[in-house]
């Protein structure tokens, strides 16, 4: 049986948490997915929400760790977040995409009939939908809705459709797994740096 992650796990840096969160299981408003793709943000890093500081809009980054940052983006899409680190330390880990594990019909009501199973929750905006979140979720604490998975590989590269600090290895995703979304380069971002 899995074992549902304490807010100490979330009060670490999120680059560390990030690689830890796959496989887990999060579970809300009668949904359960596997996660199988995240990014880490933090309030030094340029393409963070955290970065200019505390705002109206970001002040949930900034702790307590495990709580839910929920964000509206492009005009019609919510994406969501697990908040890590100290108190203060604005950072969180985007949830990117993952497998729905229970709740199936839950998800594809609010998805449309017509998704594919794969796509349910394969994407940061299709994930959120499928659980249900919208703006009323931000600030909702987590702690006890996410549960330790299976031990799972992980690998790590650039952040997906971001135009600062693009090659930024901070994209963690489980290898091969058919529920990972592609990655995709903004095409505003700088050409990446040749080692």
Same mark, same amino acid.
């Given at each position: 049986?899995?074992?549902?992650?304490?807010?100490?796990?979330?009060?670490?840096?999120?680059?560390?948490?990030?690689?830890?969160?796959?496989?887990?299981?999060?579970?809300?408003?009668?949904?359960?997915?596997?996660?199988?793709?995240?990014?880490?943000?933090?309030?030094?890093?340029?393409?963070?929400?955290?970065?200019?500081?505390?705002?109206?809009?970001?002040?949930?980054?900034?702790?307590?760790?495990?709580?839910?940052?929920?964000?509206?983006?492009?005009?019609?899409?919510?994406?969501?977040?697990?908040?890590?680190?100290?108190?203060?330390?604005?950072?969180?880990?985007?949830?990117?995409?993952?497998?729905?594990?229970?709740?199936?019909? !839950?998800?594809?009501?609010? &998805? *449309? /009939?017509? %998704? $594919?199973?794969?796509?349910?929750? @394969?994407?940061?905006?299709?994930? #959120?939908?499928?659980?249900?979140?919208?703006?009323?979720?931000?600030?909702?604490?987590? !702690?006890?809705?996410?549960? &330790? *998975? /299976?031990? %799972? $590989?992980?690998?790590?590269?650039? @952040?997906?459709?971001?135009?600062? #600090?693009?090659?930024?290895?901070?994209?963690?995703?489980?290898?091969?797994?058919?529920? !990972?979304?592609?990655?995709? &380069?903004?095409?505003?971002?700088?050409?990446?740096?040749?080692?």
């Amino acid at each position: 049986m899995s074992r549902a992650l304490d807010r100490g796990f979330f009060a670490r840096d999120s680059v560390v948490v990030a690689p830890e969160l796959l496989g887990c299981i999060v579970t809300a408003n009668g949904v359960s997915v596997r996660l199988t793709e995240v990014e880490a943000y933090r309030e030094d890093d340029p393409a963070s929400h955290s970065f200019r500081g505390p705002t109206a809009r970001t002040k949930v980054m900034f702790g307590p760790a495990g709580f839910l940052y929920v964000y509206f983006t492009y005009g019609m899409h919510f994406c969501a977040n697990l908040v890590c680190g100290a108190d203060g330390a604005g950072a969180a880990v985007l949830l990117r995409a993952g497998e729905v594990v229970d709740g199936a019909p !839950v998800a594809q009501g609010r &998805r *449309g /009939e017509n %998704v $594919a199973e794969r796509d349910l929750a @394969r994407g940061p905006a299709r994930l #959120a939908q499928a659980m249900g979140w919208g703006r009323d979720d931000d600030g909702r604490d987590m !702690v006890g809705a996410v549960s &330790r *998975g /299976e031990p %799972v $590989a992980s690998l790590a590269g650039p @952040r997906t459709g971001i135009t600062k #600090a693009a090659d930024t290895a901070w994209r963690f995703w489980i290898p091969g797994d058919r529920y !990972v979304s592609p990655y995709k &380069r903004h095409p505003k971002a700088p050409a990446a740096e040749e080692d």
